[in-house]
């Protein structure tokens, strides 16, 4: 599996945009990005995957560049909520070869 | 749906005792992940199984530790001596094969003294 690159930490400012940033430059064609959040206390919580194109869901975007060499999770009105570890992964299935990395620390803050 | 659901949430047992834990995944799903996730480490897979078959589990420490999936709707983590070196946070994890999502319990805490 491609290795991923993310910052250690992040702040962003409640009601703003939440950019996080993540490298898989090594990714393969057929390797997914998915992203998890693990909020404090609580299990990994699926966000958001993607191949090639960008994604929407209820809860976040994906804009993955066209090279795929990396990506950016986009949570577009962070709440207090959103504090929590992201992790971004590259896998070409659905867990079996999940490595989860240090991912990044968001903080929002009030 | 429940949810994945784990127990015990917290376990506190003294070294060399036996410590067993269980798992329920979301019903419908064929596949279950035991992680293991600590300060040093970070999350960790340990094993996976597919319609109740261990596929992968290179990630297993050692002998002490083992896992069985007897059905669809159960599964247990043992760990047989216990040290105080296993104390972290054990996840539980389902899928339904062929889907990109994997879900999480809320994991049992584990403190080995």
């Known amino acids: 599996d491609a290795k991923t690159t993310q910052p250690p930490s992040m702040d962003c400012a409640e009601g703003r945009a939440a950019n996080l940033p993540c490298n898989h430059s090594?990714?393969?064609?057929?390797?997914?990005v998915y992203w998890y959040r693990q909020i404090h206390s609580q299990g990994p919580q699926y966000i958001i995957h993607?191949?090639?194109n960008n994604e929407t869901n209820e809860m976040a975007s994906l804009i993955i560049t066209e090279d795929r060499k990396s990506s950016t999770l986009i949570l577009p009105h962070a709440t207090l909520r959103d504090t929590a570890v992201y992790y971004c992964i590259a896998s070409p299935n659905y867990g079996q070869n999940f490595v989860f990395g240090p991912g990044t620390r968001l903080s929002v803050l009030p | 749906d429940a949810g994945v659901i784990q127990s015990p949430r917290h376990e506190v047992t003294e070294m060399g005792q036996e410590v067993t834990l269980r798992c329920k995944p979301i019903s419908g799903h064929n596949s279950l992940f035991w992680y293991r996730q600590t300060m040093m480490r970070g999350l960790e897979l340990l094993i996976y199984?597919?319609?109740?078959?261990?596929?992968?589990d290179s990630g297993m420490p050692e002998d002490r530790f083992s896992a069985k999936m007897p059905n669809a709707s159960f599964s247990t983590l043992k760990i047989q001596p216990s040290e105080p070196r296993d104390s972290a946070v054990y996840f539980c994890a389902s899928s339904f094969q062929g889907e990109n999502t994997i879900y999480f319990g809320e994991g049992s805490w584990l403190t080995v003294v």
């Open positions: 199984f597919n319609n109740n078959v261990p596929i992968d």
């Open positions: 993607g191949l090639k």
């Open positions: 090594t990714i393969s064609g057929n390797e997914y």
